[in-house]
C-alpha cells in the first residue's frame, strides 16, 4: 500500500508518473474491497457500479462546475462547491476507471481459478 503514500504528497500536475501513482493507489483502493470475492457474480455488479456511478459522477461534476463560476464573490457555499467539485472530478476520473480495471482482471481469473481448485471433499456423517 505504498502507493497513496507516495501520489498524495507528489501531486498529479501533468506528470505521468505521479498519474500513474494516483491510479495505482486507486486500483489498490478497490482491491482491497475486492479481494475476497471468489465468483464472478460480485465482479458484474462491480461492473453496472462503476458505469452507473460514472454517469451520475460526470452529470455531477458537469452540474457543480458552472455553479462554481456564476456564482462570482467568496462564500462558505462556494468553498463547498469547489471541494465537492474537485472531490466528485477525482472519484469519477480515478475510482471508477479502477473498478472497470478490477472487474475486467476478476472476471477472466475468476472462473479459471476456481476450474483448477478440486472440489471439496465430503466428510463423513456420524
Known amino acids: 500500500m505504498a502507493c497513496p503514500q507516495l501520489a498524495l504528497p507528489l501531486g498529479i500536475d501533468d506528470n505521468p508518473l505521479r498519474v500513474l501513482l494516483a491510479y495505482l493507489a486507486a486500483t489498490?483502493?478497490?482491491?482491497?474491497?475486492a479481494h475476497p470475492w471468489r465468483t464472478p457474480a460480485p465482479f458484474l455488479r462491480l461492473l453496472f457500479a462503476s458505469i452507473l456511478g460514472f454517469v451520475v459522477f460526470v452529470l455531477?461534476?458537469?452540474?457543480?462546475?458552472?455553479?462554481?463560476k456564476n456564482l462570482g464573490r467568496e462564500s462558505p457555499f462556494l468553498d463547498f462547491l469547489h471541494v465537492?467539485?474537485?472531490?466528485?472530478?477525482?472519484?469519477?476520473?480515478?475510482?471508477?476507471?479502477?473498478?472497470?480495471?478490477?472487474?475486467?482482471?476478476?472476471?477472466?481469473?475468476?472462473?479459471?481459478?476456481?476450474?483448477?481448485q478440486p472440489p471439496p471433499v465430503p466428510t463423513p456423517q456420524a
Open 28 to 33: 489498490a483502493f478497490v482491491l482491497a474491497f
Open 60 to 68: 455531477l461534476d458537469s452540474l457543480l462546475e458552472p455553479g462554481t
Open 84 to 116: 465537492a467539485g474537485t472531490a466528485v472530478f477525482m472519484l469519477g476520473a480515478l475510482i471508477f476507471p479502477a473498478c472497470l480495471l478490477v472487474r475486467g482482471v476478476g472476471a477472466v481469473v475468476m472462473p479459471i481459478r476456481n476450474r483448477r
